[in-house]
Nanobody
């Protein structure tokens, strides 16, 4: 069974920093993309950052220049470094991975989600 587990959320003052981590576990053959999404109350889930296997990264406009996504392939882990946090960054943050897993002799690709971690930025 594949699991994605986030950690690192919490309460921080405006201007502060947090680092989120996401660890994938299970019968993982490969991870082609790793991403972070967030969802604030009453709003749709939005892409925060994504990194793909070739090394390219992309960011949502609200976080460009403040957030950095990185990955450690050997540990099946990816991170989101969040600097200069603002109250509008308050949301539940979810990690997402496009994984290829092993089912017997088969390789099956699908998207997986973590359970979410709360980030609250006070003004």
């Amino acid at each position: 069974q594949v699991q994605l587990v986030e950690s690192g959320g919490g309460l921080v003052q405006s201007g502060g920093s947090l680092r989120l981590s996401c660890v994938a576990s299970g019968s993982i053959f490969s991870i082609s993309s790793m991403a972070w999404y967030r969802q604030a109350p009453g709003k749709q889930r939005e892409l925060v950052a994504i990194t793909v296997s070739g090394g390219n990264t992309d960011y949502g406009d609200p976080v460009k220049g403040r957030f950095t996504i990185s990955r450690d392939n050997a540990k099946a882990t990816w991170y989101l470094q969040m600097n200069s946090l603002k109250p509008e960054d308050t949301a539940v943050y979810y990690c997402n991975g496009h994984l290829t897993i092993l089912r017997g002799s088969l390789r099956v690709s699908s998207d997986y989600w973590g359970q979410g971690t709360q980030v609250t930025v006070s003004s």
